[in-house]
């Protein structure tokens, strides 16, 4: 067993995506929340041979917020990462290449839509 890539608090969802740069090499991106309660983002740097702290920081979240990634292939989003903020609204922050995260707030991301609907206003995301 290797060392350990970060430390996630207690209850903390992750997720991991596989990520392809342009020249298709391949970086595992991994998303966790911290022991000071940040939604973190870590990556394996190959040039470095080790895994580092990326610019993904919402800021302090829910102990234990659920957490989703996932890759978008074409276009200019490449990842897109989703959370629930301390009202319970899903909120979501989406990486791309000519302008990195597009957090847009300090109380982090911005509230998730889905076809011109506001999923605050819906229960769908939760299986109400």
């Known amino acids: 067993m290797g060392s350990p890539i970060a430390k ?48 993904f920081n919402p800021g302090v979240q829910p102990r234990g917020t659920p957490i989703s990634a996932e890759v978008i292939q074409g276009g200019d989003v490449d990842i897109n990462v989703i959370w629930r903020d301390s009202r319970g609204r899903a909120m979501a922050s989406s990486w791309s290449k000519s302008l990195g995260w597009d957090i847009l707030s300090p109380n982090g991301g911005r509230a998730l839509t889905v076809g011109g609907l506001n999923e605050q206003d819906s229960s769908w995301w939760a299986g109400e």
């Open 8 to 55: 996630a608090v207690t209850g903390s969802s992750i997720a991991i995506v596989l990520y392809f740069d342009a020249m298709g090499r391949a970086t595992p991106r991994l998303y966790y929340q911290d022991l000071d309660l940040h939604l973190r983002e870590r990556y394996y740097d190959s040039s470095l041979s080790t895994w580092v702290i990326g610019d």
